[in-house]
């Protein structure tokens, strides 16, 4: 079993949470939620650098780091009304594709399994697959759907002469089994890439791709909202991938294939909200963030809050299943809780 602990930087915890051991699930038993770190970027095809990013989303936050934050929009504090702990980063070599990738697959398993939500801090989009590989396993095979925010559809075939990279993972994951691709739903995709040859092997899984010019044409939410529908139907789970630069790069600099004209940062919050908030969500991963190329930590900062973004509304979620009065985004601020 790989050791786990920081790898980049400071050894430290998400905000200030406490620690666990993905070797010892005593120390998660109960967990609602286990951070992990996938410092791996040994798949890029231009900019290295997302290594770094567990180490930067980790500690991009200007309050204190004492394990909370209460949120303004959602009236909860999910880092104390869930159970949220840090496994630290799970030992990546870059220059060993397949041995970090099973490493990587074995920890989030041991915490999908656990019944935790394994949320994974990458690294370079390669980390998906055995990011969501590992979170299905633990559940009936073909009951999982993705939502995949992108500039880029990933699913290319063979890359520089290897099966694994951060241009592959959703056509592996499909062809693994993990993933249905008639329950891959990706959001943000837009640019010169992919060729015609991948565009037609995507259309034959029957993958469903919203392209940027389709998102601003008919409105994100909902796209959103259909996505939702085919997401949930005949699967049980969502595992939620966010390639940070589905984002402008305006608004996400810090990533190793910038593409112009995404998502904006407050769009990516509100859909990440509206995600975790209405659906069941096994598994989630942020990735790319590459702060070699980031500028006054922007793209970590923005990493961060979806991160944040998500255990709110996962623990907002839990309070109104739980009864009392629903969730109001019109609500103002001051007017209760």
Do not use: K
């Amino acid at each position: 079993m790989s050791r786990y602990g920081a790898m980049y930087g400071p050894d430290i915890t998400f905000l200030g949470i406490d620690r666990c051991d993905v070797a010892d699930p005593a120390s998660y038993e109960g967990a609602d939620v286990v951070i992990i770190g996938a410092p791996f970027d040994g798949g890029t095809s231009n900019r290295p650098g997302a290594r770094f990013g567990p180490m930067a989303l980790r500690q991009a936050c200007y309050l204190p780091h004492d394990g909370s934050r209460p949120s303004l929009a959602l009236r909860v504090d999910a880092l104390r009304d869930l159970r949220v702990l840090d496994a630290g980063d799970v030992e990546c070599y870059s220059g060993d594709v397949e041995g970090s990738l099973a490493a990587i697959e074995e920890a989030v398993h041991r915490i999908a399994a656990s019944g935790a939500i394994p949320l994974v801090l990458g690294g370079d989009h390669t980390v998906a697959l055995p990011d969501a590989r590992g979170t299905a396993r633990a559940y009936a095979p073909g009951r999982t759907s993705m939502i995949h925010f992108d500039a880029h559809a990933d699913t290319g075939d063979i890359a520089f002469g290897h099966l694994y990279g951060h241009g592959q993972p959703m056509r592996r994951l499909i062809e693994s089994g993990a993933i249905r691709g008639d329950r891959f739903l990706q959001l943000g995709l837009r640019g010169y890439w992919p060729e015609p040859e991948t565009l037609g092997w995507m259309a034959a899984q029957n993958m469903r791709s919203y392209e940027m010019t389709e998102i601003v044409a008919r409105g994100l939410d909902e796209c959103l909202t259909e996505s939702f529908r085919i997401a949930l139907d005949e699967c049980d789970q969502v595992f939620l991938s966010v390639d940070i630069d589905v984002c402008d790069p305006g608004h996400a600099p810090g990533t190793g294939t910038p593409e112009p004209g995404g998502l904006t940062a407050r769009q990516l919050l509100d859909a990440v909200r509206r995600i975790c908030y209405e659906l069941p969500v096994a598994g989630m991963e942020v990735v790319e963030v590459a702060p070699p190329y980031d500028h006054a930590d922007i793209t970590a900062y923005l990493g961060n809050r979806v991160i944040l973004e998500a255990l709110s509304a996962m623990a907002r979620r839990r309070r109104d299943d739980e009864g009392g009065p629903r969730w109001d985004p019109r609500q103002p601020l001051l007017d209760g809780r």
